[in-house]
């Protein structure tokens, strides 16, 4: 059964960081590129970054490019999201999920392209 974990949200103020994990289990977690997509309320699933099976390409949306970075460890089967100078708009619920087609290029970034996911972790940016 594969399992996808994420940890680390909260509450923090405009201008604070984060580091959002995502334990996978189950997973030929070798073999899927990983991508962390959040959700705002009333609003569609958006991707924030993805990376490739062995971590060489990245890809971040225009909102969290340089901001936030992702990076993952293979023998932790582990994917993390750090974000720095975080903004009251960066608040959402935060899922990592994984991805097949994309391992070698971390292109996917619609939700469709991934097939497993986590149950999410909220962030709460306070003005």
């Known amino acids: 059964q594969v399992q996808l974990v994420e940890s680390g949200g909260g509450l923090v103020q405009a201008g604070d960081s984060l580091r959002l994990s995502c334990t996978t289990s189950?997973?030929?977690?070798?073999?899927?590129?990983m991508g962390w997509f959040r959700q705002a309320p009333g609003k569609e699933r958006e991707f924030v970054a993805a990376?490739?099976?062995?971590?060489?390409?990245?890809n971040y949306a225009d909102s969290v490019k340089g901001r936030f970075t992702i990076s993952r460890d293979a023998s932790k089967s582990t994917v993390w999201l750090q974000m720095h100078s975080l903004a009251p708009e960066d608040t959402a619920v935060y899922y990592c999920?994984?991805?097949?087609?994309?391992?070698?290029?971390?292109?996917?970034?619609?939700?469709?392209?991934?097939?497993?996911w986590g149950q999410g972790t909220r962030v709460t940016v306070s003005s």
């Open positions: 990376i490739s099976w062995n971590g060489g390409i990245t």
């Open positions: 999920a994984a991805d097949f087609s994309s391992r070698t290029t971390a292109q996917a970034t619609h939700y469709s392209s991934y097939f497993y």
């Open positions: 189950g997973l030929a977690f070798a073999n899927y590129a």
